[in-house]
């Protein structure tokens, strides 16, 4: 498994941005069925709970601070140039792991612009082109190790009133190497329904359930994985740590304003792995226990900029 989480998210980011100027003017079939659980922008903070290394001594838990937005420039008619910003701040709290750096905590960093054009091809096609370079690393220093460049080529195609299919491919990172990520993912949506669908493959599948006008019920899965370029500490070298995690649960979304939501979900982590890979391509994986999580954000929609 490779690392997904980033570059799904900003895929699936920069779609729903470019939905952003429909109310300023006539809103294509395709428009009205771009995925939108992650809204224009997110700014949010999850708690995983302690989380035993399997078969060995150690555990650790995991805090995580984001904010992922961009801001929609419309160059024509159906031409988006979408500017962002993505931020990533993760805490691991390290339990009888003092060996690994001699430090109760590990705090890794995604920092970077993004960088993505929307093509409106008609009424029920779109195409969506980015690119993300970030700084990934612990900030403890700063190198071409550092940096890890991704980027991806999509089409959404609405097929049917209530409909789309989105399909492309999205580059990223594996510790030293680049690697092409398929991408695909339906989105069903009909306008006054109790029951929406969204599923972008591999990063996460929804199912939506709208109880009251102001709020939405949901069950949700998401895969997450990250890699980091770390500095060691004499001991241990220098390396790329890498940590995925899948996520399986349930939440609430409330609207306070239009626009703007607020959402908290909470579950089970079932699977959890970390990998280190060295300079000299030694590597390690250890696999951790299920842990608990909770997760709670603020979501700006592109309806706050409608009329």
């Known amino acids: 498994m490779k690392r997904l989480i980033a570059v799904f998210v900003v895929v699936v980011i920069g779609l729903c941005m470019s939905s952003a100027f429909a109310a300023d003017r006539n809103e294509s079939r395709i428009e009205r069925l771009l995925s939108e ?75 970077g612009p993004s960088f993505d054009v929307h093509v409106g091809l008609n009424d029920n096609w779109i195409m969506s082109f980015g690119f993300q370079p970030l700084v990934s690393s612990d ?24 409909a789309s299919f989105i399909f492309g491919v999205a580059l990223t990172k594996e510790f030293w190497r680049y690697l092409p990520i398929p ?36 069950i949700q899965g998401e895969f997450e994985g990250d890699v980091w370029y770390i500095r060691g500490n004499g001991v241990v070298a220098d390396h790329h740590g890498k940590f995925m995690e899948t996520h399986a649960g349930a939440g609430a979304r409330f609207t306070v304003y239009r626009g703007i939501d607020l959402e908290a979900w909470g579950g089970v982590n079932p699977y959890r792995k970390a990998e280190f890979k060295d300079n000299t391509g030694q590597t390690l ?23």
């Open 139 to 162: 900030l403890k220093g700063f190198g071409w190790k550092d940096i890890q460049f991704k980027g991806h080529a999509l089409a959404a195609w609405a097929f049917h009133d209530y």
């Open 37 to 111: 659980a992650d809204g224009m922008m997110k700014l949010g903070y999850s708690y995983n709970s302690r989380s035993d290394v399997r078969n060995e001594m150690g555990s650790t838990m995991l805090q995580l601070f984001r904010f992922k937005g961009g801001f929609p420039i419309p160059l024509s008619e159906r031409v988006i140039f979408v500017p962002g910003l993505y931020f990533d701040m993760f805490n691991f709290r390290l339990y009888n792991l003092l060996e690994y750096l001699n430090e109760n905590w590990l705090r890794t960093y995604d920092v």
């Open 285 to 307: 994986a250890r696999r951790l226990n299920m842990a608990y999580f909770g997760e709670a954000n603020i979501i700006i929609t592109p309806e706050i900029f409608g009329k």
């Open 183 to 218: 991408v695909f993912g339906f989105v069903v949506r009909k306008p006054g329904s109790f029951f929406s669908f969204e599923m972008i493959a591999p990063k996460y599948a929804r199912a939506d359930f709208r109880v009251a006008s102001f709020c939405k019920l949901f």
